[in-house]
């Protein structure tokens, strides 16, 4: 007997041999009376029986005369009363008023009116000031995500809780923020603490602090007065400005109640109206914050318009970037420069006082000998903090920049009454136009802020802080250090993010020993070995490489010299780093998965419309197109996108855990890539002929993207138009007959003959190759049994939400059935053809077997898959049974690989590269399956 459980509930037998989940299969004597019983879960209700004869609700009984599978569904009910949701503050370095924002997963019909949350101390005594967004919805319509705002004291460690439910009320923050004037003046943001203006170019110009804490904002409080964001062109030595813009747009993005965001963009512009780069800065500011947040990004959205030139010269390079201000004091300000270590060089301004960081990467004869790092100017030492601090009277003011020394080159600067923030500063080096010449053995990287081909861009994030006293120098440094810190601050439990079912179907990580495990060998043999060293080889730094990951080795020799080559976060990546904290809570992997997205949202998207490459009716492709064209990616450029390496990195799980609003604007822009390339791509209907086709993945990420930016958006119109688009192509080449060239199982040889036509129709379809990738010469049609894995783990995917639009009555119009077919004969076929029974792992490819070809991301659809053939044949809805030949091993191959990954050796391998994109289980979800219906 077999049973299969969905739900959150308990399967057992009498006689006593089944407990599902924990031992989900056992045999019986022929003839044995077997009863069965379902006990649900608190906050489930048992659904009923299907398969074998059992029905409804109460106990089955069943004579065993044949083997049978039964299936117990369990369903979430509906608790009426008020519902809570349990957060942690984590501790860290003291700072106070510190905005503070989270995002609150929510299951699937839990709420519908964002009015019924509501923030509380843990132990539910005081109500917490607090502002909610619904930033992501199910296709019900009900939230997915709550976005929180509020303003904390952080340091030690606290617990919130979020309520909600019908009869839930907020009370009124005692004062909002307000903006008044409008966009084309000047706009005007009070947070009660501090008031500042945005002026009609995009910049901040003026800011307050209401130091006598009266209520109002004097002139004798003013802090700032006067500034701009620059640009020096490294072409033509001119400055180019948004105070020169003529097409600066400046828009209120989001007014309260308790933050208010101001976006601005225009186009960086010389005093003779040429422009150079188009800008986009976002500032961020919370009622009860003395504290303005500041993200700016250049942005190079120009066409490139042949995409197939090797670039000689570069699209953009720039001698310095920046911001500065006009600062107010009473007379000559006291200056702090934060160094390295708690150490400050503090003094009078007199003339011009700088803080220059800088650093280099050292890759010479092929080898990474990792980064050297030095500041000088007021002071000499490798890490400056990235702060520095102005004091004047009753003026006090400090600016920090994230990352400063990470990303270097940086300074900080004041020069009499003007404050500077060189993001990109001139006296970081020569400012080349083209590549250095290379010779010797080093390799030499251009010292300009450079962008080898249009669509180049470089956000930075800054902060402005003031406060009514003069800081000590102990507490501008923990503020920094807490301003550094890439952590989500306020958290639910991993059980919680798991429950929610908003980032798939996890499960926590299991409390393991130190020295074993799936999940202690990730964070021990690759994340410790790799990330967590001080330099690392997989750890990069410097403006342009900060979150990205070294390929080891090279791939380019120029004159003699080898060119390193970088990841560009290939494979899912970052999301999966964001599932791994989601499941364990270890704010290290947060870290990872949040640098890694901002260098891919960054540097690895083109961020301009292209042309000259691929075929798109004579038009222009938009902006989205990813630059990952393999796993070794020159300088984190490339002609075009490898369809097989297409991902978003980590946008959509930071977009849903934080905000990000930059995160949002970058997947949508590979979105709408996606979007208008999908018709040319995937010609409807189907052609054999249309389209050279080798692999499975190529159309298995192009998938997962589309996939993804549902999930964020629950755009049904997308889902429908683009990833149904998509999974219709793909039912349609799967229905298509052809010819089985590759790998014999019965003589266990590959060869050139036809074996046979893959025809879904008799039970022997496969989405049929023009020539298989890794053919080992062969005319193999076949499977690669790696690149399957994520291919059909997103279709699942794309299955699985077109249940939850087809029940909101927004189908994309696939069948559901003939998916669930094409599933199942497609795992047949992968395992008949590329499974070595004697060897025990998946081939390489059909034609190449001598090899592992690692199975990370064949284990989900492979317990998925069985448990399903499980479900539909209980249901009676397998007309061919005997079709599935290979079945019977699904449920065995998925178990012995999850004993094998949950007993692995720490320390047994290791890796100090970090991440190549195939060591984490895609999707997670597999854990659970094998957790709640396999007995494990």
Wanted: glycine share 10%; aromatic share 12%; net charge negative.
């Amino acid at each position: 007997m077999t049973l299969t459980r969905l739900g959150a509930g308990t399967l057992t037998s009498s006689p006593a041999a089944i407990s599902c989940g924990g031992t989900c299969l056992a045999s019986f004597t022929k003839g044995t009376a077997v009863t069965l019983t379902a006990t649900p879960d608190t906050g489930y209700a048992f659904g009923g029986w299907s398969g074998g004869g059992c029905t409804g609700t109460e106990t089955c009984a069943i004579t065993l005369d044949a083997d049978t599978t039964v299936q117990g569904s369990f369903t979430p009910v509906t608790v009426a009363g008020t519902q809570y949701i349990p957060l942690s503050l984590a501790s860290g370095p003291i700072a106070d008023k510190t905005p503070v924002r989270t995002g609150v997963p929510l299951p699937k019909g839990a709420l519908s009116n964002i009015a019924e949350l509501r923030l509380e101390t843990g132990d539910g005594s005081q109500e917490v000031p607090a502002q909610f967004d619904a930033i992501s919805r199910w296709p019900d319509g009900s939230i997915k995500v709550a976005l929180v705002h509020l303003v904390a004291d952080l340091g030690e460690a606290r617990s919130y809780r979020v309520a909600y439910g019908p009869g839930v009320v907020r009370a009124a923050l005692p004062r909002n923020v307000a903006i008044s004037s409008t966009p084309t003046t000047e706009l005007t943001v009070d947070t009660g603490l501090v008031k500042f203006a945005v002026n009609n170019k995009g910049v901040i110009n003026k800011l307050w602090r209401d130091t006598n804490t009266n209520g109002t904002f004097e002139a004798g409080e003013q802090l700032l007065n006067g500034g701009d964001l620059f640009m020096v062109n490294a072409y033509d030595n001119l400055e180019y400005t948004a105070g020169a813009a003529t097409d600066a747009v400046v828009t209120v993005e989001e007014n309260g109640p308790m933050r208010a965001v101001i976006k601005a963009q225009g186009s960086l512009t010389n005093g003779s109206g040429a422009k150079l780069i188009k800008y986009l800065v976002r500032y961020y500011a919370l009622q009860g914050s003395d504290k303005v947040d500041i993200e700016v990004s250049v942005i190079d959205d120009r066409l490139e318009p042949n995409v197939q030139t090797n670039p000689t010269s570069f699209a953009i390079a720039g001698k310095a970037l920046g911001l500065r201000w006009t600062y107010l004091s009473d007379s000559a300000a006291d200056y702090r420069f934060g160094g390295e270590s708690g150490a400050a060089y503090a003094a009078k301004v007199s003339g011009e006082h700088f803080l220059l960081q800088k650093g280099e990467f050292t890759f010479n004869n092929g080898v990474d000998l990792g980064h050297t790092f030095n500041y000088s100017g007021v002071g000499t030492g490798a890490k400056a903090a990235g702060w520095v601090a102005l004091d004047s009277g009753s003026r006090h003011l400090a600016l920090m920049v994230r990352d400063f020394w990470q990303q270097f080159p940086g300074e900080l600067s004041i020069n009499g009454n003007t404050l500077t923030a060189s993001l990109f500063p001139a006296r970081g080096g020569t400012a080349e136009t083209t590549q250095p010449t290379l010779s010797g053995t080093r390799y030499i990287r251009a010292q300009s802020m450079y962008f080898a081909r249009p669509g180049g861009a470089k956000t930075y994030q800054l902060r402005l802080a003031s406060s009514t006293g003069l800081p000590t120098t102990s507490a501008l440094h923990t503020a920094n250090d807490s301003y550094q810190r890439h952590r989500l601050e306020l958290t639910a439990t991993p059980a919680w993010y798991s429950t929610s079912g908003v980032f798939g179907d996890l499960t926590p990580t299991p409390q393991l020993s130190t020295n074993k495990g799936y999940d202690n060998m990730l964070m021990r043999d690759i994340y410790e070995r790799s990330i967590e060293q001080s330099d690392g080889n997989a750890t990069m730094f410097g403006w342009r490489d900060y979150g990205d990951r070294l390929r080891a080795g090279w791939a380019l020799e120029v004159n003699g010299v080898y060119v390193p080559s970088f990841y560009n976060d290939t494979h899912v990546g970052a999301n999966n780093f964001l599932t791994q904290y989601l499941r364990s809570g270890d704010a290290r992997w947060f870290q990872l998965g949040e640098i890694s997205t901002r260098h891919f949202m960054d540097i690895d998207v083109s961020h301009g419309p292209r042309a000259g490459y691929w075929a798109t009716g004579g038009a222009p492709q938009p902006a989205g197109e990813v630059h990952a064209i393999n796993h070794e990616n020159i300088d984190h450029q490339v002609r075009n996108l490898h369809w097989g390496h297409a991902h978003v990195s980590g946008m959509s799980n930071l977009y849903l855990l934080t905000g990000d609003k930059r995160s949002l604007d970058v997947l949508t822009e590979i979105a709408n890539w996606w979007k208008f390339v999908t018709p040319h791509f995937f010609k409807r209907p189907f052609k054999f002929a249309d389209r050279y086709r080798e692999a499975e993945r190529d159309y298995g990420w192009p998938l997962y993207v589309m996939n993804e930016y549902v999930r964020v958006t629950g755009d049904a119109t997308y889902h429908k138009d683009v990833a149904g688009h998509l999974a219709a192509y793909i039912v349609e080449w799967f229905r298509t007959p052809s010819n089985h060239v590759g790998f014999n199982p019965a003589t266990n040889t590959v060869s050139n003959t036809v074996l046979g036509v893959n025809d879904a129709t008799q039970g022997t379809g496969y989405w049929t190759m023009t020539k298989m990738d890794n053919n080992a010469g062969f005319n193999a049609t076949g499977t690669n049994p790696w690149m399957a894995g994520a291919f059909m783990g997103n279709l699942i995917r794309f299955h699985q939400a077109d249940v939850l639009f087809s029940a909101a009555g927004k189908p994309s119009g696939v069948s559901h059935a003939q998916m669930v077919d094409m599933l199942l004969q497609g795992m047949n076929y992968v395992v008949k053809y590329g499974y070595d029974s004697t060897r025990k792992f998946f081939v390489y490819s059909e034609a190449q077997r001598g090899y592992d070809g690692g199975d990370h991301h064949i284990l989900y659809p492979l317990a998925y898959l069985d448990r399903l053939y499980k479900q539909e044949l209980a249901a009676g809805r397998i007309s061919n049974p005997a079709w599935f030949d290979t079945q019977a091993t699904w449920g065995a191959l998925a178990t012995r690989r999850y004993d094998e990954l949950q007993n692995l050796t720490v320390g047994a391998s290791t890796q100090s590269y970090g991440f190549y994109g195939y060591e984490i289980v895609y999707p997670a979800d597999y854990f659970t399956v094998m957790k709640d219906t396999l007995g494990r």
